[in-house]
């Protein structure tokens, strides 16, 4: 069952070599690509890709809400995952926990994670995110790049 998604929020103290500009506050595109899958818990596979909307805080902000849209023959299912930033708030390593649900037509699921990430700035508006995600008897490893396309309300 395909289905995945990661992020990362920026903010708070860190030393002058960690220290991301960060991106704007607002809503994101999403582009994410799975570059590896192992365990048996799995919900994604090595290669698979989604496009989703990110809904991202800015530099003080301290959660982030990723939604991806599912839709094959039978399924219509909506991924959100909300992740915390536990760990490296304000630099470009941040890790931390996430809850992840999917809802709708054909299946649903809802699980507790770790994250840990990597953060490459573009400019104010976009940025890549390289991130490793574990939860039940999964690990997966991400490449994300979001790009802004409205400002925070």
Not at 21 to 30: E, L, M, V
Not at 88 to 98: D, R
Request: net charge negative.
């Amino acid at each position: 069952m395909p289905i995945v998604l990661a992020a990362l929020v920026l903010g708070g103290t860190a030393t002058a070599d960690e220290r991301a500009a960060a991106p704007k506050s607002g809503t994101y595109a999403a582009d994410v690509f799975v570059q590896s899958a192992s365990g048996g818990g799995c919900l994604d596979s090595a290669g698979s890709y989604y496009a989703g909307v990110v809904n991202y805080g800015g530099l003080g902000g301290a959660l982030i809400g990723i939604r991806v849209p599912l839709a094959s023959s039978g399924l219509g299912v909506v991924s959100l995952q909300a992740l915390k930033i536990t760990k490296g708030v304000g630099t470009t390593s941040p890790s931390g926990t996430f809850a992840w649900k999917g809802a709708g037509v054909g299946t649903n699921w809802s699980l507790n994670g770790t994250f840990s990430g990597t953060i490459t700035e573009v400019d104010g508006f976009s940025f890549v995110a390289q991130v490793s995600e574990s939860y039940p008897n999964c690990s997966e490893s991400l490449m994300i790049v979001l790009m802004r396309v409205a400002a925070a309300e």
